[in-house]
């Protein structure tokens, strides 16, 4: 009885391992090369778009920094001579800072997004769709849009901002047009534009 029953044991661990997929064997000869064409076929759009419209122009204008163009065309090489021009430019150190100086104040809107989030997914809130959506709609609104309604809250005359500091006794200001403020309400306005999706993400 035992014989019997480790016969088949022993020939199932006598049996060959199973065999796995087998992989298939690329085509040669006249089947590869048309495999190969195919292939090409199909990236070619992609591959003369990207160096249409993306690889030519970068080496392009590259190629025009090194270069003087004058009002009516032609063109000479001057070498880093731009360049040098554009380090010594005080208005482009400047706009250099102004640049630095707003990535680094418009990260503030990231803890602004958290606490947010934390107190719209407060339990038992009442209306948290809606808070949701009006949060959210900024990021939605049209550029143009958000440009024109923050033109007339920054209005130094008749906007809403003014209007709320005189309430308070304070007198308002220019906030675009004073270099003073004219950065920090443009990245007040770009918090309100991204805090809605970091909040929702």
């Known amino acids: 009885m035992t014989a019997v029953a480790e016969q088949p044991v022993a020939a199932a661990a006598e049996a060959p391992a199973a065999r796995g997929p087998r992989r298939r064997s690329r085509p ?9 064409l195919w292939g090409l076929a199909f990236i070619a759009p992609t591959g003369l778009g990207l160096l249409a419209f993306y690889i030519w122009p970068v080496f392009q204008t590259l190629y025009f920094s090194f270069t003087e163009w004058g009002a009516f065309g ?10 040098a021009k554009l380090l010594g430019d005080p208005e482009v150190l400047k706009a250099l800072k102004n ?33 949701r959506v009006l949060y959210f709609l900024p990021v939605v609104t049209m550029p143009a849009a958000v440009g024109m309604v923050w033109r007339w809250l920054y209005n130094g005359d008749l906007g809403l901002v003014n209007y709320v500091l005189s309430l308070f006794g304070i007198s308002g200001q220019h ?17 309100w534009m991204t805090v809605g999706y970091n909040m929702v993400i």
Do not use: C, K, Q
């Open 28 to 36: 040669t000869g006249i089947a590869g090369r048309r495999e190969w």
């Open 74 to 83: 032609g063109h000479r090489w001057v070498g880093l001579e731009n360049y």
């Open 99 to 131: 640049t630095l100086v707003y990535a680094g104040l418009v990260l503030l809107g990231v803890p602004v997004s958290l606490v947010l989030a934390a107190l719209i997914n407060t339990p038992g809130l009442r209306g948290a769709p809606v808070y």
């Open 175 to 191: 906030w675009v047009a004073d270099p003073r403020f004219a950065l920090y309400a443009t990245v007040v306005v770009g918090i």
